[in-house]
C-alpha cells in the first residue's frame, strides 16, 4: 500500500523576509501551455501544435493574516522581476513518514493586493496576487522545472528546451 505525500508544513519568503505566523496559504502557479490544434493534408485528425506558455502567464496568488506592509512597499515596483518569493513546503507520506523538501522560486511583481474585509475584532488578512516572469521547482535539491521568461529558458529535468532555439538566433 502507499500514500500520497501531502503538505505539513510551509512557510513563505518575500525578498528573504520570512512570514513565519502570517502566511495562511499559498496558491502556487499552474503551469500551462499554448496549444493550437494543426490539420494538414494526409493527417486522420488534428494535432495540438506546441507554441510556448500560455498567455495568461505564470501567477501566484498567497494570503497573509494580519497587516504585513513588505508587498505594500513593494506594490509599484517597475521591475518585472523586481520581487523575489519563496515558498518553502514538507511534504510527508504517512504509510513510510518519508518528508521531502518542496521549493518554488518566482521573481515578479505585485499586481493586485486584496485587503478583504475589516471588521472590528474579526480576523484580518490581505492577499497579494503576483504576475511572475521566472519560476524554479525544486524538490529535495533537485530543479524539476525551471521557467526564465525574461532570459528565454526552459529547462524541465535537467533538459534545456529552448537551447536549440537561442542559439538558432543568435542568443
Not at 17 to 46: C, I, W, Y
Not at 148 to 164: K, R
Amino acid at each position: 500500500m502507499a500514500l500520497p505525500k501531502k503538505l505539513k508544513h510551509m512557510n513563505m519568503f518575500n525578498d528573504g523576509n520570512s512570514h513565519q505566523g502570517e502566511a495562511k496559504t499559498v496558491t502556487l502557479p499552474n503551469l500551462a501551455r499554448k496549444m493550437e490544434s494543426f490539420r494538414a493534408g494526409g493527417m486522420d485528425g488534428p494535432v495540438k501544435v506546441d507554441l510556448g506558455h500560455s498567455d495568461d502567464g505564470i501567477q501566484l496568488s498567497y494570503t497573509l493574516g494580519g497587516w504585513s506592509l513588505i508587498a505594500l512597499r513593494q506594490y509599484g515596483i517597475t521591475r518585472a522581476d523586481g520581487v523575489m518569493l519563496r515558498f518553502m513546503g514538507s511534504v510527508q507520506r504517512d504509510d513510510t513518514g518519508d518528508a521531502s523538501a518542496v521549493e518554488v522560486v518566482v521573481r515578479g511583481r505585485h499586481e493586485e493586493i486584496s485587503f478583504g474585509d475589516a471588521a472590528p475584532g474579526e480576523d484580518t488578512e490581505h492577499e497579494i496576487t503576483v504576475t511572475c516572469t521566472y519560476y524554479k521547482l525544486t524538490v529535495d535539491g533537485e530543479v524539476i522545472i525551471e521557467i526564465d521568461l525574461l532570459n528565454f529558458v526552459f529547462i524541465v529535468d535537467g533538459e534545456d528546451l529552448l537551447a536549440a532555439h537561442r542559439q538558432n538566433i543568435g542568443l
